[in-house]
């Protein structure tokens, strides 16, 4: 499956944004999601992922209470919408996929993802 990524922008810290993730294909509605942000200078990390279903989420502590992940498998696309964006939220976000995951332990490990999106800029600053 193809994912593409897309909705990232400028936003002034207290902002929001809602990120895209559109699938190729319509098996996606049997994929886990996940989303992933890398940071200038840092490594890649967890974000949030949603199983195939939309049933479970699970978030970063970073971001828990701010974003909300979730999917709409009849247009094939999940999305992440993100509120009250602080500098630090600043990042290339990455959408991923893969059918094999299925635990909250296995979800948020990026190595784990077998498909990925191209990554879109978000950028919190006033």
């Known amino acids: 499956v193809q994912l593409q990524a897309s909705g990232g922008g400028l936003v002034q810290p207290g902002g929001s944004l809602r990120l895209s993730c559109a699938a190729s294909e319509h098996t996606f509605s049997s994929y886990t999601m996940g989303w992933f942000r890398q940071a200038p200078g840092k490594e890649r990390e967890f974000v949030a992922a949603?199983?195939?279903?939309?049933?479970?989420?699970y978030y970063a502590d970073s971001v828990k209470g701010r974003f909300t992940i979730s999917r709409d498998n009849s247009k094939n696309t999940g999305y992440l919408q993100m509120n009250t964006l602080k500098p630090e939220d600043t990042a290339v976000y990455y959408c991923?996929?893969?059918?094999?995951?299925?635990?909250?332990?296995?979800?948020?490990?990026?190595?784990?993802?077998?498909?990925w999106g191209q990554g879109t800029q978000v950028t919190v600053s006033s």
């Open positions: 949603i199983s195939w279903s939309g049933a479970n989420t």
């Open positions: 991923a996929a893969d059918q094999s995951l299925r635990t909250p332990q296995s979800m948020g490990v990026m190595e784990l993802y077998g498909y």
